[in-house]
């Protein structure tokens, strides 16, 4: 995340001579007119001629500083305070342009109970996540499935109806179907469902930390720097989501890197992708053996407790229950739909930071409590095995 440098801006811009108040300015055009003998000397707020000073030369200088210099020059002139087109900028300079938006895209499981006759599973099936904050996650089945006699389940492959990462749920979610085809019982996703990641268009931070990546990565040598820039090539992989293993896990010139995704898990095919590109294509040291992999991860059973305020309606007691369960799968990584402290590698997850951050979101909640106090992870991501979020009665 970006650094708060106004302070810093500030400094700058005094240190330059410029003013940044009225009353700074008035001291300068003062000191001015008395150096050039002015002789206009009635420096009283009624003064006609300092009106028009007021109005025609102090009010646009401090605008011009105090909005155009310290708010929008500086700022952007610098790659940790850059933002939005002007980030795009120092992009460009490194020959970096931001990733744009893509549709998830891959195979959803649809069942039957009887497994007797054939059923035609059509084009353009819609299927479903449950509510999240608000939002339902629709993906379409983009071919025909035929469902043989004798069999109970065919896997179709499915591209989401709007670009995002937040369509990357992880397995299970996407489990209704407001219309079924005839014959059709269930539908699912599982762990290894994705075959294209969705991407959201790349955030401010996570672009500014591949640039600075960049930097690094311009020596001739096969440094992590390097690797990291040609992992965080592929869609939905940022430079805060690759870890390395050294210490020669296979003997010398051998690594491990482990990635992440905001959202749910990498896919077989994406850890393919990036290993071929790596190792088959040629992309990586002389003598070096790199390996990619999904960074493990540790299930953990949570049971969260709450208590909602005593003037809370039934309905609004429903509905916090819901809320508190999406805001804490999102600190797990399972939705976007929330910003929260999520979990990561080699940290500890502090469940009074969570219990703070609900609060923040949910003014209905009287308290909270977890049947866990921290999470310790090393390589590894702490993941949610069950999660039961119950009324405390």
């Known amino acids: 995340m970006t650094t708060d440098l106004s302070k810093t801006f500030k400094q700058m811009v005094t240190d330059a001579g410029l003013p940044t108040t009225e009353s700074e300015a008035r001291i300068k055009w003062e000191a001015e007119a008395t150096a050039v003998a002015s002789p206009y000397n009635n420096n009283s707020a009624q003064s006609p001629f300092w009106r028009v000073i007021l109005a025609l030369v102090t009010a646009p200088v401090l605008w011009i500083v105090n909005d155009l210099v310290l708010l929008q020059l500086l700022p952007n002139f610098f790659l940790q305070t850059a933002k939005s087109q002007f980030l795009d900028l120092f992009g460009?300079?490194?020959d970096l342009p931001r990733k744009q938006s893509a549709k998830a895209r891959g195979n959803l499981i649809f069942?039957?109970?009887?497994?007797?006759?054939?059923?035609?599973i059509p084009i353009g099936v819609v299927v479903q996540s449950p509510v999240i904050n608000g939002k339902i996650y629709h993906m379409v089945t983009l071919a025909a499935a035929t469902m043989a006699d004798g069999v109970s389940s065919v896997t179709v492959a499915a591209?989401?109806?709007e670009d995002g990462a937040g369509y990357n749920l992880p397995s299970g979610f996407?489990?209704?179907?407001?219309d079924p085809p005839a014959g059709i019982t269930g539908v699912t996703n599982d762990s290894n469902w994705l075959t294209s990641a969705g991407t959201s268009e790349e955030k401010d931070d996570d672009y500014r930390l591949r640039i600075r990546n960049q930097y690094g990565a311009i020596t001739q040598y096969h440094t992590d720097s390097v690797y990291t820039k040609i992992v965080t090539s592929f869609a939905n992989i940022n430079t805060r989501n690759v870890y390395f293993e050294h210490d020669a896990p296979r003997g010398p010139g051998t690594a491990n890197i482990y990635i992440l995704m905001d959202i749910g898990e990498p896919s077989t095919q994406l850890l393919e992708d990036i290993q071929s590109h790596i190792m088959d294509e040629g992309n990586h040291g002389h003598g070096d053996d790199l390996q990619v992999f999904a960074m493990p991860g540790t299930d953990y059973d949570l049971v969260v407790t709450i208590r909602a305020v005593i003037s809370a309606t039934t309905e609004e007691v429903d509905s916090l229950l819901?809320?508190?369960q999406d805001a804490v799968s999102a600190a797990f990584r399972q939705n976007d739909q929330y910003t929260m402290t999520v979990t990561q590698p080699w940290s500890t997850f502090a469940f009074s930071r969570l219990a703070g951050e609900l609060h923040e979101l949910f003014p209905?909640?009287?308290s909270v409590t977890f049947d866990l106090a921290e999470i310790t992870s090393e390589l590894e991501i702490p993941r949610l095995g069950t999660l039961d979020v119950v009324l405390d009665v």
């Open 174 to 178: 996407y489990a209704v179907m407001p």
């Open 92 to 94: 460009w300079a490194v």
């Open 159 to 161: 591209e989401a109806a």
């Open 364 to 366: 209905l909640l009287e």
């Open 322 to 324: 819901l809320n508190v």
């Open 111 to 120: 069942s039957r109970v009887s497994a007797v006759g054939e059923v035609i």
